[in-house]
């Protein structure tokens, strides 16, 4: 069983950037491929970003590419999603996502693992 408990959410400007952590429990951390995704009411979750367990292979959806940036520390159990150059367009709750599996996946169906979600608000 693997806990995840996010972190770094709030309420940030248009342009400004935020850091997002995610803590996960479990001894075999490296074995997990991790994720972002991130929801709004009314609306399916969507993928955001995701990185493989080694940390060596990473995948960006197209609305984020370029701002966001995934990464790992295996030594702390815990991933972050750097957010720069934020538009109100990326508000949601932002969830953390493990695989049981190091391989990356960009669906919802193949993570085994979630954590409570962070809210992150852009204003205008």
């Known amino acids: 069983q693997v806990q995840l408990v996010e972190s770094g959410g709030g309420l940030v400007q248009a342009g400004g950037s935020l850091r997002l952590s995610c803590a996960a429990s479990g001894r075999t951390f490296s074995s997990n491929a991790m994720a972002w995704f991130r929801q709004v009411p009314g609306k399916e979750r969507e993928f955001v970003a995701a990185i493989s367990g080694s940390g060596g292979s990473t995948s960006y959806a197209d609305s984020v590419k370029g701002r966001f940036t995934i990464s790992r520390d295996n030594a702390k159990n815990t991933v972050y999603l750097q957010m720069n150059s934020l538009k109100p367009e990326d508000t949601a709750v932002y969830y953390c996502?493990?695989?049981?599996?190091?391989?990356?996946?960009?669906?919802?169906?193949?993570?085994?693992?979630w954590g409570q979600g962070t809210q992150v608000t852009v204003s205008s």
């Open positions: 996502a493990a695989r049981k599996v190091p391989a990356i996946s960009r669906t919802t169906r193949s993570y085994d693992y």
